[in-house]
């Protein structure tokens, strides 16, 4: 698989903390949860988890979206995070354990973008209780890693 060069668009820059937060809603949309759920090991009828780990897929999300405003636009960065942030206290039905996902997810994220998934990854298995092999983490993490360009490469 080739990887496409990472390029952002000349309007990020000048984008609202708005409308950067529109943008990620219609990308978390449009992602492969599906596939999160593959490389977990949870099969189309396990419905129980997969609703126990569809906020800890958007957690991640978030996080990673984070990433990618901190690298593209760092002056916009914490302001558009906040509002997504407060955008959902109205939307999610328990927001204080949410947002206390969220900020535990943070944790395990790199830095940078740029730097190793890994030890996401694993925090992603031990979430969902299985011990990955080195395939599988190794797969989790790539997985990560398209996404947070996903979210780089479409921030406007």
């Known amino acids: 698989m080739r990887i496409p060069v990472t390029v952002?668009?000349?309007q990020a820059g000048n984008a609202s903390p708005e409308a950067l937060v529109t943008t990620f809603e219609s990308?978390?949309?449009e992602t492969d949860v599906e596939g999160f759920f593959s490389l977990l090991g949870i099969g189309r009828f396990s419905l129980s988890r997969k609703k126990r780990m569809q906020p800890v897929f958007t957690?991640?999300?978030a996080g990673l979206w984070h990433l990618a405003l901190q690298r593209a636009v760092p002056d916009r960065c914490d302001e558009a995070y906040g509002r997504y942030?407060?955008?959902l206290w109205p939307k999610v039905r328990d927001a204080d354990a949410y947002m206390v996902l969220v900020r535990d997810m943070a944790r395990f994220l790199p830095e940078r973008g740029g730097e190793n998934f890994?030890?996401?990854a694993r925090e992603v298995f031990r979430r969902v209780g299985r011990e990955p092999d080195q395939a599988a983490l190794v797969g989790m993490a790539l997985f990560l890693r398209r996404l947070y360009d996903y979210f780089f490469?479409?921030?406007m």
């Open 59 to 61: 957690a991640l999300c």
């Open 118 to 120: 890994t030890p996401t």
């Open 27 to 29: 990308l978390l949309a």
């Open 85 to 87: 942030l407060d955008s």
């Open 153 to 155: 490469n479409h921030l």
């Open 8 to 10: 952002v668009d000349a």
